[in-house]
């Protein structure tokens, strides 16, 4: 699907914010308040723009339960459907929280987030060595989340410049 | 008492300081102000540029470089002005580093000028134009640009400032405080007017990688000019290392050894840390530059057409990171305006005769700035006018 510029800036934008009004939106890109609606509308019937979410840092919260774990599962694809039957059987568990097919030692990047991690070796333990083209597994715990999708959790560059200059 | 004032310099005690200082302490002493008063990026320097610099003090490099600079360095200049202006200058001798393109306009100034020469200045401008050319001993002659061109200057009014005494005209494209971008004609006209008059262009080209709608033309680019022109630029504006202090000058060889000369008596050599990290930002800082670009021109989007619906006359600035609005509506003058939004709305704008008399009327609003800053500024921007 190829983007006009327009809708490639919007994206663009958006993904940074999703939050922003579409009056400035619009204002940005230089159309129509109506235009950038009906470009957004359009961008989200073709999925291209999938969902507007928050990051958020739970690591914060006090008394949130949360354990996230990466783990590289090796696979046996299958004639015909390849690693697609085999990902679809594991993306739609709803522990799975990103599942990407890779180059390399392994073949698919499997994330997962738990409440504890007995609850994560219990999943993978029951639910994913199990399947039968998964050859084999190892899991890796994350300990402490710095930056995430182009986002460094404690930003600490505030506006350091004098307020005003020439 | 004032024993000490009959020490001091003439022409230094007759420079007016300039009209940004007060606004930076009114503004300086209160909490909650959202600044639009600032004349540099709001990005940090890419970390690859500062990541750079650390390298090379922690490879001891703290000794000076070349007068005129690192010879590496002044080769990646050479081939990026070739790459995205189209202009050709050689790396071993019509290129110097200096401290910031200050620097690199006081050294023009001073190489060309014998007292008494003129320099055209074209207003509203940047503050330091006019008393560098007080203090390089010359006499700036001041031309005018105004809102009914863009802020372009004419070559008619030009015409009209040119005496025997002129050596050299003055101008910057894209433009501060203005963001006027000079096109193909307006550029053709000025090289013309020099070509008939015999004079020197002094090109300072320190926001053109910070342009937005038309590719960027260098007056060193055009026919016949490479030879009259000492083009002005540096890492501040499009590289956001205002910080660093590091700029350059091209000219022709003979332009180029006599501002040699200065720099090696009066500052020996840019910063070698700076230096190094300028390699960097050339080698590998492209996209970074990119990026920024489409940020400046999303957010100049948003902020000149927020200004113009809120009732405050804005031409498109085609470059740089300024808006400069005509206040003229509200019947307050510049600095009025100024002072009262500060005051009343803690928004912090320059007041457009801080850049020549040619700016009243007028402010200047940085729009680099976040868009929740910029926001947070239209919000109460429109409130202070609903309120007048």
Redesign the interface.
Known sequence: MTLSEKEL?IV??LEK?AR?PTA?LA????LSVEETEALMKSLEERNIIVQYTALVDWAKIDGHQGVTAMIEVKVTPKRGVGFDEVAERIYRFKEVKSLYLMSGTYDLAVTIEGKTMNEIAKFVAEKLSTLDSVVSTTTHFIMKKYKHDGTIFDQT?G?K?????? | MNRTKTYLSKTVEELKP?G?RK??DL??GMEG?V?L????P?F?TSWSVREAAILSLEQGRTSYTANAGLIELREEISAYMNRTFHVQYSAENEIIVTVGASQALDIALRAIIDPGDEVIVVEPS???YAPLVTLAGGTPVIVNSDKSHDFKVQAADLEKAVTNKTKALLICSPN?PTGTVLESEDLTAIAEFAKKHDLLVLSDEIYAELVYDKPYISMASLPGMRERTILINGFSKGFAMTGWRLGFVCAPVEISKAMLKIHQYAMMCAPTMAQYAAVEALRNGNDDVIEMR?SYR??R??FV??LNEMGLDCHIPGGAFYAFPSVKSTGLSSEEFAERLLVEEKV?V?PGN?FGESGEGHIRCSYA???AQL?EAVKRMRRFLERL
């Not at chain 2, 008063?37 to 540099?40: A, P, R, S, Y």
């Open positions: 800036e663009e934008i914010d922003i400035d204002k940005m890109v230089n560059d506006d410049r004098i307020v005003v200059s020439p | 300039s940004i606004f930076f503004a300086a102000v600044s008063g600032v004349g540099e709001d940090v940047f503050v330091s501060n489409n999303r957010r989007n948003y057409q927020s912090a320059v801080a700035s976040s868009m926001q």
